[in-house]
């Protein structure tokens, strides 16, 4: 049971380029989340999933698409790279716990760290 | 819209010293509160959580109490060691079925323990 697995670790850019990155979970969660992390800011939420097919804004989704084929991905796309998306990325999963709706628990990847030059 | 904050860092402790994180946070409803801990490396681990006001979460010796009166979820821990040392984010969940779990964070707090 390997949880959340995230590819590449890391990455170089040059500003301009495109990438992809993957997402993968084999928990059989229903919601999927990718966050960006910059210091002294947190983590910020990118893009979101409620299911297979579907996804959703989040906070800062600007200069990012996602997509959902198959419930246990979820990839990240940048498709013309700027310096201000240097940042690391995180991937998350979570179920509906039983009780209150909203106490969900989310497990998290390893991470994504992208340079932009 | 919800916001968390978080006592600013970093944080430097000696060994077995009485830690306090404080974290305030503001949302409608009742939300849920967590902290999540991110060692050097790593992704972020739920440390501990609270659905409903005056919940204690408590794990590994740390607890952190929902407290309505005063919006917050302060983290606490009696004595910390030297495998402490990471990096300790306080988030909410909205409430309500649309929230769909997303969370809030706060902007994170380093911790360092020294022998």
């Known amino acids: 049971n390997a949880g959340v697995t995230q590819t590449p670790k890391f990455r170089v850019l040059k500003t301009g380029q495109s990438m992809t990155l993957l997402c993968a979970q084999d928990?059989?969660?229903?919601?999927m989340y990718w966050y960006r992390q910059d210091p002294g800011m947190g983590l910020r939420l990118i893009h979101y999933?409620?299911?297979?097919?579907?996804?959703a804004k989040g906070e800062v989704p600007d200069g990012y698409n996602v997509s959902r084929l198959k419930k246990q991905n979820f990839l990240l796309g940048l498709e013309s790279a700027a310096p201000s998306q240097t940042s690391v990325y995180f991937c998350a999963s979570s179920t509906p716990s039983s009780g209150r709706v909203h106490a969900y628990e989310q497990y998290f990847g390893p991470g994504t760290r992208l340079t932009v030059t | 819209g919800d916001s968390v904050t978080q006592m600013e860092g970093p944080v430097t402790l000696s060994e077995e010293a009485f830690l306090t994180i404080n974290c305030t946070y503001t949302a409608t409803g009742y939300p849920s509160l967590f902290w999540y801990v991110q060692y050097p490396g790593e992704g972020l681990q739920l440390l501990l959580k609270a659905t409903k006001a005056d919940d204690k979460g408590s794990n590994k010796g740390f607890e952190a109490t929902y407290r309505k009166e005063t919006t917050s979820f302060h983290l606490e821990k009696g004595s910390v060691q030297v495998s402490d040392s990471a990096v300790y984010f306080c988030a909410l969940s909205g409430a309500g079925g649309t929230s769909y779990g997303k969370l809030t964070f706060g902007q994170g707090t380093i911790l360092t323990v020294h022998p």
């Open positions: 928990m059989n969660h229903e919601y």
């Open positions: 999933s409620v299911g297979e097919g579907t996804t």
